[in-house]
């Protein structure tokens, strides 16, 4: 029986850096599904959109302040085609191209990439492809319109269909009423040929707009609002439509597969929700070096020429002096609120105590959303600490080639959410077939891979407080006390067992990168994801 071919939305995808199309996770994602379906050939194109300004690029203000500064790309590495169609947003002509990215190219599946940045759109319509998640909300209306609508007439143009249409997350909502108008209002011919992934544990981050406002823009094709509402609810929430008009949807860990299961156990009509645990892809990700490497003594030798690698990276751009002999902890992904990137500087005294005997040394990372004005705090109170604390040095704009740096270069990859916020998460994974040893809160895809003194650490262990550790319910314990249990928790391992493993016992040290390395080679692989997606969500079997 021939596989299905699949149409793979997403609203951002990591592919190159020279294609800056992506602002963290969901690309990073992104980038690792279509690699994988790529070297395994899997009949799979992605649609997504060319952003003309994409995320945004990091700049120093001042030495403690950090802003966003939008930088065009002129579409370089993407082919021009021929292929475009012109569609109705608030009632407005919005003519759509697509550029093209060839598999070859990066070593990917084929990627279509749309664009509303075209000389015959008015400057609000060529808005709708400039910055990724714009916080204007007609804008973001109109981003995912170009998504989902546009990118269903593209593949009307390139031809056949294919068999199954893949939403990653909700943004692509629109294409769901495009096949509900061809298939003349059978839900159930919509949902035959559609799944959907859910990326959000916590039913505030699940996208809602008026529907009203929706109806208004031409969201919903020619379903009227009536029909719209009663599948995506008031106000119109992406997930409960797209829960309702698919055959399957998938959390992306186990533990977010539960909780995604009870937010949305009352949803009447709604489609079964699985778990497949999100991975990343490794041979894109891995130093090649450490493959197959199993020799103690070469594993410490290669990390120490990773971190070096690293350290003059950050010598360029900090003026600071890593040192390749001390052990080197790295925080990097998305400056947000429930990633506690500043948790570790609770207690200053506590904390400067192992950095001025060079104990440990950290290194920071990570882009907030330009709307994120918390985020933005974040970042600025890390840049701030580096100034007053020794060992401490903060990179900017947090892109594909310094992930890999930094992901290499690592000695302990530090990771902590506030339990269970976490979807997933990525990075990690990534970090860790690289030798570097997880040290992470109980959540995401670490409840799978982390697993405590055999590859990694981790703090606030369930058990050590009931409440903190629950999944299914709100933690009864106030914020500042589930902060305090895990910095407790995450500051005696730092100082009982990992430094004293690191610098006393290079062997058991060596053991952990390699258990961390085999773990996440023979798991956590796009590879095994891509497999998975075909099997459980794909065919129907």
Known sequence: MALPHVAYFSMEVAIDQSIPTYAGGLGFLAGSHLRSAWEMEMPLIGIS???????GQQRLTSATTADIDFKIWDGAG???????????????????????????????????????????????VRRFTQKLYDSDERTRIGQEMVLGIGGYHILQKIGPLPDVYHLN?????????????????????????CVFTTH????????????????????????SEATAIALGGSPFSLTAAALRMCRIANGVSLIHGKIANELWGKLDNRCPIIAITNSVNLHYWQDSRLRGESDPHRLLSLKRDMKQAL????????????DPDV???????????????TLIFRDLARLSRLLEASQIQLIFAGRFHPGDVRGRQLFNQVLEYSQTLP??????????????????????????????????GTSGMSASMNGAVHFSTYDGWAVEGTFHHINGYIINQPGHCESCNR?????????????????????????????????????????????????????????????EYFNRMYRIL
Request: net charge negative.
């Open 471 to 531: 999944i299914s319910e709100s933690p009864t314990c106030p914020r500042d006390e589930r902060d305090q249990q895990d910095y407790e928790s995450m500051m005696t391992i730092l100082e009982t067992e990992i430094i004293p493993t690191y610098y006393q016992h290079p062997a058991r040290w060596s053991a952990l990168m390699a258990q961390s390395i085999h773990n996440s080679e023979i798991y956590f692989h796009s590879d095994r994801m891509m497999l």
């Open 311 to 322: 350290f003059q990276l950050v010598r360029q751009e900090t003026g600071k002096q890593p």
């Open 49 to 55: 959109i060319f952003w003309s300004e994409g995320y």
């Open 391 to 424: 060992n401490i040095a903060v990179l900017l704009n947090y892109e594909l080639n310094l992930s890999k740096l930094l992901k290499r270069g690592a000695d302990v990859w530090l990771n902590t959410p506030l339990r269970p916020l976490e979807a997933s």
């Open 169 to 193: 997350e909700g943004h692509s909502v629109p294409l769901l009423f495009q096949l509900l108008a061809a298939a003349g209002g059978d839900l159930g011919a919509v949902r035959e040929q």
């Open 327 to 341: 052990l080197t902890i790295v925080w990097a992904r998305r400056f947000t609120e429930y990633k506690r990137p």
């Open 200 to 223: 959000t544990p916590i039913a505030a981050g699940n996208e809602t707009h008026d529907g009203q406002l929706l109806a208004q823009a031409g969201y919903f094709g020619p379903t």
């Open 78 to 124: 993407l082919e021009e085609t021929d292929l475009s169609t012109v569609i109705r947003i608030f009632d407005q002509p919005v003519h759509v191209k697509a550029y093209y990215l060839p598999p070859n190219r990066f070593g990917s599946a084929p990627i279509y990439f749309l664009s509303t940045n075209l000389p015959e759109n008015p400057p609000e």
